[in-house]
């Protein structure tokens, strides 16, 4: 977990201007960037529910808008996706309740 966790910082820290987090693939099939940061903890946050670890959400709406990335079988999750995301400061926030719980 901590490698992970630490490594997604590092990659995400590397993200100079904020427009990099919310810029649409090229190809249009990925979510932007600031998915994939948030992506992360909301792993983590679900499974210790899964598993009994924890009996509440960190943030019920971002366990669930991070918790699905795009199925390959169904390119129209990124059609579906939110056409606003959260900011960085509440994704970050977000990700520091995760790690507080693990």
Do not use: C
């Amino acid at each position: 977990f901590e490698n992970g966790w630490t490594l997604t910082e590092v990659l995400f820290t590397a993200l100079r201007e904020e427009r990099a987090f919310y810029e649409p693939a090229t190809h249009g099939l990925r979510h932007p960037l600031i998915f994939y940061y948030g992506h992360t903890a909301a792993l983590a946050a679900n499974k210790l529910r899964v598993a009994g670890a924890s009996s509440a959400p960190v943030d019920a709406v971002y366990d669930l808008l991070f918790e699905t990335g795009v199925d390959e079988m169904r390119w129209d999750d990124v059609i579906d996706a939110p056409k606003t995301w959260p900011t960085i400061d509440q994704v970050r926030a977000y990700r520091s309740r995760v790690r507080d719980l693990v």
